[in-house]
């Protein structure tokens, strides 16, 4: 089966934030951390690519922003009048569309923060090629869910 694919945003302890710089795996400056700032260059590039072709195919994907590894897809019921997918802070009863996205996403081992009628992308700054094409084809099956709601 699937490994699980790390997509949302992560959050650490302030244990791990209050480690001195010098006792950190990947301190700024090291050799390590120039390899994680060059793949995280290349990988966003090619994860912002990979979002804006998954924005023309979906029509439910209303908009795309991002910036390096970070990439938030606007999940709209209507491109032109940007009706959301979801409204914020639905009731469960009506956030069908992004239920299904996240029981989509989650049948494929990938986890990526649905919140409402966004879907936030912030892999580890390590990601590799495979795993974002595995990350990217993810999303691309659970946005197929979000259409079957598009009503424009």
Do not use: C
Not at 67 to 76: A, F, K, N
Request: no cysteine; proline share 5%.
């Amino acid at each position: 089966h699937h490994n699980r694919i790390e997509l949302a945003p992560q959050v650490y302890s302030r244990k791990v934030s209050r480690q001195p710089r010098h006792r950190r795996r990947h301190a700024p400056g090291s050799r390590q951390h120039l390899h994680i700032n060059i793949n995280a260059r290349q990988m966003g590039a090619r994860l912002l690519a990979g979002l804006e072709a998954l924005r023309q195919r979906h029509p439910a994907v209303g908009d795309l922003r991002g910036l390096g590894l970070y990439g938030t897809l606007e999940l709209v019921r209507n491109r032109a009048t940007k009706e959301p997918l979801v409204a914020w802070n639905a009731p469960a009863a009506e956030s069908q569309g992004t239920q299904e996205m996240n029981r989509r996403l989650l049948e494929r081992g990938v986890r990526v923060a649905v919140r409402w009628n966004r879907l936030n992308v912030a892999p580890p700054l390590i990601l590799g090629e495979a795993e974002l094409e595995e990350g990217l084809s993810a999303i691309d099956f659970a946005l197929d869910a979000a259409d079957e709601f598009y009503t424009g």
